[in-house]
Structures are given as C-alpha cells and as structure tokens.
Nanobody, 119 residues
Framework: QIQLAESGGGSVQTGGSLRLSCEAS?????MAWFRQAPGKQREGIAC???????TTQNYLKARFTISRDNDKFRLYLQMNSLEPEDTAVYYC????????????????WGQGTQVTVSS
C-alpha cells in the first residue's frame, strides 16, 4: 500500500502562485494531480509517468506544471496566475495502468490540500 501526503496549499490572491507537493511512501510509476471544488466532480489536472512524460489539461497548461523527483518520491504542481476558479481541494493520486486524467484508474489517493484564491 502506498501512502500519499499533500502539502503546500493555502490562501492566495488572484494572480498569485503556489507549489503543491505530494510525498509518496514509495516509488510509483504513474502519478497525477486532481482537484475538486464544492459541488463539482473531481477534475484531472495533470499526470506524469516515471521518467517525465506528462499530460496536462489543455486549459491549464499555460499556468500549471507537473513535475516529480523520483529520488525523494515526491510529486509537485506549480500553479501560477491563480484565479478564484482554481479554488478547490487538490489531491495527489498514484498507481494507474496509464497516465490518465480520469480518477477511476488510480488506486491510491492523498487526503487533499485546500487551495483558496480570493479576488
């Protein structure tokens, strides 16, 4: 079983930046970031394979960047030019047969970290 722990969330103003981190208890090949706003379905942000190929939602590519440090078992999400619409709980997910932006294939999930963007 893999444990995931997100950190780095918080409150920022419109236009600000945050860097989320997810620490895994062990190496896992496919990892991803998702988010869920109140009353909305969980939304895939980006996924990344073990040695770097990544897929990011088209409408977030200009502002969000996923990366990983395999030596530290860490996954990152750099978020720039944040907007109030980015307010959500952000989740790290791991272990999927493929790099997917759908939540269903992922077996392990973190507890989430809150991101709040105020105007």
């Amino acid at each position: 079983q893999i444990q995931l722990a997100e950190s780095g969330g918080g409150s920022v103003q419109t236009g600000g930046s945050l860097r989320l981190s997810c620490e895994a208890s062990q190496y896992t090949y496919h990892m991803a970031w998702f988010r869920q706003a109140p009353g909305k379905q969980r939304e895939g942000i980006a996924c990344i394979a073990g040695h770097g190929p990544a897929t990011t939602q088209n409408y977030l590519k200009a502002r969000f960047t996923i990366s990983r440090d395999n030596d530290k078992f860490r996954l990152y999400l750099q978020m720039n030019s944040l907007e109030p619409e980015d307010t959500a709980v952000y989740y790290c997910a791991a272990t999927s047969p493929e790099c997917s932006l759908e939540p269903t294939p992922y077996i392990y999930w973190g507890q989430g970290t809150q991101v709040t963007v105020s105007s």
